[in-house]
């Protein structure tokens, strides 16, 4: 199994700061959703993959992922961790999603996942993979008391194989909610936040429990 984690946005909410670099945790925020990918596909068995698309301060946000590239060549499961730089990246989040496909091995299903989204942990990954079955693809939803029960489209998603060349071949569409929308698409309802909490600007990185 391979996770696709987009890495490469310009942060222009946050001000003068990449939120990719923000410490959440003792290690950059980047890192840290990086691990706990690798903590779940550690956790499937051998010769999982993770996929980062990195873009806006590369070097800064590979510097900031090695300690995860080190645990990822040292784990007994074998895993494979690839740094790919999407030179596209101030087109916007499909065209990082894009580049990172390519690499995705073939026949093989794989999700997409942010790298500001700290509250994803291996268990939101874990909890949709047996909803898979025959769809193109499984999208969480959250709809709660506080957002008066609309519901709120989450991440990580999780795409059938067949997906990896839908994406490749749609480079305009502009984003996956929007391809998504011509395919079959199995969208379950959580109540749990961390499907949708990300951090977009000052404010939402206040209020994370450092």
Known sequence: MTVVMLAAGTSSRMGKRNKMLLPYKGIPMVAHCCMQALFFLESKGFQNTLLVATGYMKDEVE???QPCMEYARNSKANMKMKLIHNADYLEGQYSSAACAVKDVPEGEDFFISLADMPFVSPSNYEALIPLLKDHDAVRPFITNEANAGQRIPGHPVLLSS???KAIEENPYIGSVNRLLKDYDVHEVVFKDTSW?????????YETLSM
């Open 162 to 164: 067949r997906m990896r």
């Open 196 to 204: 949708t909490f990300d951090v977009d600007n000052p404010q939402t």
């Open 63 to 65: 510097k900031a992922l």
